[in-house]
Each structure stands twice: as C-alpha cells, then as structure tokens.
C-alpha cells in the first residue's frame, strides 16, 4: 500500500469490454480495503469496499476480488463505458494500527470508444 | 448531506505567507482525516482526527504544518511559512465509526506557492 506517484500504470480498455484492474498490497495485518475513482480536478469517489473475511463482493457492474494469501485486491468492472475513464486507488486499513487508510498509487484507465 | 466541503477550491500565494485550508466532515462522522496528493508521492495522510482529537500526526511533513479540530463540524490545516514545495491538492476526508460506505472525500484545495 506503499504511496508511489511517479508514474501511473494505464490500462487501456474498448468501450463494451471488461476492465479489470489489480493491486498489490503490504500489510497482511490489513482488515479492509475500498477502491476509490478520482476523475480529474475531484476527489477519490468510494466505488466498493470489503473486509478481511471475505474474497469476493459485487456492486452495480463492479466486483472486488481479495486474496489475502498473496496479499492482491483486483476491480473488475463490467461493460466499461466512457465514463469509467479516470484513476483508480486501492487503499488499505488495518484497524488495530489505527482508523487511516494507505492508498496505492493508482491505475488510469482509458476508455476507447 | 452536501458531503465534506473544502475551501477554498484554489489557493495561490507567495513562499512565505501563511495559508488555512478548511474543512466541513459530513455530520456525524467521528473521524476527520487530511490527505496531500502529488504527482511524486501520490495521496498521503497528513494527520486524522477522532472525536476532535488528533490520533496519529505522523504524516504532518514539518513544524511548519498545523492542524486543528475545534468542533465536530470544522477542521484547519495551516502551512506557516509555506514554501514551493507545499504546492499539492490537499483532501478531507470523513468517516463515521464503523465505517459505513468508506471515508468520504471532499473535491480538495489546490495549492499552489510561488
């Protein structure tokens, strides 16, 4: 969950198919995690959230997956449209070390029309 | 709830003078947090609140930044004598106790020190 900003990895993505986006992340004492999607000029929007005792969770066209053995949270997003085109963090929390999330350092997406 | 408000949207100032930013959490959230988001180091937390106490100020770069929760519904964070390099978008954030739907996020302040 180490913060790096130097360069954002992009995926690029067709309008219609299916994104999916990855993070790795540090703390395997780390209990729960949000994706978040910053479009330009605003602030991180939540998109889903899961805890520690879960490996899977769907929203409305977005799924979290966790896999806690190898410490790997993925986003994928359904039927990508143009509006998906923005950054999207992962953060991470681990209660007993305090309430404060560490953000990722982010993946662009680009929706091709 | 209008969600977490932040001003001003844009600051521009000279190194050297004394910049607030502000923040309004969504009522009823315990937790007030301050993130700093740069192209070099991505979104880092500044310092958070809980209850109007400052928990953990350990991500607060240098004496020269400060921060303060009076009540429940008002947070400063003051960069005093600010510098060039204190040019970042800075975001509150607020999150009630159990977490419910994430920690939301204000649209943020840009600042900029010439």
């Known amino acids: 969950g180490e913060s790096v900003g130097l360069h954002l990895p992009t995926l690029s993505v067709q309008e219609g198919d299916n994104s999916i986006i990855n993070c790795a992340y540090s703390n395997s004492a780390s209990d729960y995690f949000i994706w978040y999607k910053q479009e330009s000029g605003k602030g991180p929007q939540f998109i889903i959230d899961i805890r520690s005792n879960m490996d899977k969770r769907q929203g409305q066209r977005v799924t979290v997956l966790l896999n806690k053995t190898v410490k790997h949270l993925s986003l994928q997003i359904a039927a990508t449209q143009p509006g998906d085109s923005a950054v999207y963090f992962c953060a991470e929390r681990n209660k007993a070390a305090g309430n404060k999330l560490t953000f990722g350092g982010g993946t662009r997406v680009l929706v091709k029309p | 709830d209008a969600g977490v408000i932040q001003s001003p949207r844009h600051e521009v100032t000279e190194m050297g003078q004394e910049v607030t930013l502000r923040c309004k959490p969504i009522?009823?959230?315990?937790?007030l947090f301050w993130y700093r988001q740069t192209m070099m180091r991505g979104l880092e937390l500044l310092i958070y609140?809980?209850?109007?106490?400052?928990?953990?100020d350990s991500g607060m770069p240098e004496d020269r930044f400060s921060a303060k929760m009076p009540n429940a519904s008002f947070s400063t964070l003051k960069i005093q004598p600010s510098e060039p390099r204190d040019s970042a978008v800075y975001f509150c954030a607020s999150s009630s106790q159990d977490n419910r739907h994430g920690y939301t996020f204000g649209s943020g302040t840009r600042l900029t020190v010439v």
């Open positions: 609140f809980n209850n109007n106490v400052p928990i953990d």
């Open positions: 009522s009823g959230h315990d937790y």
